[in-house]
């Protein structure tokens, strides 16, 4: 199995709060991404990294921001928690397209309750 | 923007039948990549098959294979001898290429059923 962990697995949280979900890889892939996944929406991209500091918006990437400050660790910050928030968090890793695995390894995903 | 669409939000099939999935997806791009995801109730995300976009064969691996039409920017998986464990949520995904930063989209997904 791929080395992808995310912390928290669950999470409740109240309105209003910030909250930060961690994703840590030990696999030194370059392509780090979080979704959100909802019923009847799928998984949607919040945001994604392609290198250290290097990040970019996803199609729901309102109210979230990311930092990544060294290759193994990816983070979702949910700057002031809203009930909408509620959702399985996922983080996903990758290498580049150019080299030979072309298949992202996801993380057990993050239960997060926004109360 | 690229787009992945599944429109087929279930299905349902009989054990030991052929079902085939859907998924169309919106482009620009001439390389890249589409898969194929599993997500069984554990909700571990299990990849089932890769196709690249370059290559015209389609991609086979064991009971599953896909039908790729460039063209027409569709992606469709047909599982044979279908089994109860292949019963999850299914996820079509579309990977670009080019200018460095290979963002990775889904479908919706659909949620196969298999009938004993």
């Known amino acids: 199995d791929a080395g992808i962990t995310q912390s928290p697995r669950h999470k409740v949280t109240e309105t209003g709060t910030p909250v930060t979900l961690r994703c840590h890889q030990t696999?030194?892939?370059?392509?780090m991404y979080w979704y959100r996944q909802d019923p009847g929406h799928g998984l949607r991209l919040i945001h994604y990294s392609y290198g250290v500091k290097d990040t970019d918006k996803g199609e729901v990437s309102d109210g979230y921001s990311v930092s990544r400050s060294k290759t193994e660790d990816f983070l979702l910050t949910l700057e002031s928690a809203t009930s909408s928030q509620t959702s399985v968090y996922f983080c996903?890793?990758?290498?580049?397209?150019?080299?030979?695995?072309?298949?992202?390894?996801f993380g057990q995903g993050t239960r997060l309750t926004v109360v | 923007a690229q787009t992945v669409t599944q429109s087929q939000p279930e299905m349902s099939v009989q054990e030991a039948e052929t079902v085939t999935l859907s998924c169309t997806y919106d482009t620009s791009e001439s390389d890249y990549y589409l898969f194929w995801y599993k997500q069984p109730p554990s909700r571990q995300m299990i990849l089932v098959i890769r196709?690249?976009?370059?290559?015209?064969q389609n991609a086979t691996e064991n009971r599953f294979s896909v039908n790729f039409q460039k063209a027409a920017k569709s992606f469709s998986l047909k599982i044979s001898d279908s089994q109860l464990g292949d019963a999850a949520m299914y996820f079509c995904?579309?990977?670009?290429?080019?200018?460095?930063?290979?963002?990775?989209?889904f479908g919706k997904g659909m949620k196969l059923t298999v009938n004993p």
């Open positions: 995904a579309y990977r670009e290429t080019q200018g460095g930063s290979e963002k990775l989209v």
């Open positions: 696999e030194n892939h370059r392509y």
């Open positions: 996903a890793i990758s290498e580049s397209s150019g080299e030979s695995n072309t298949e992202a390894f």
């Open positions: 196709q690249e976009a370059y290559k015209q």
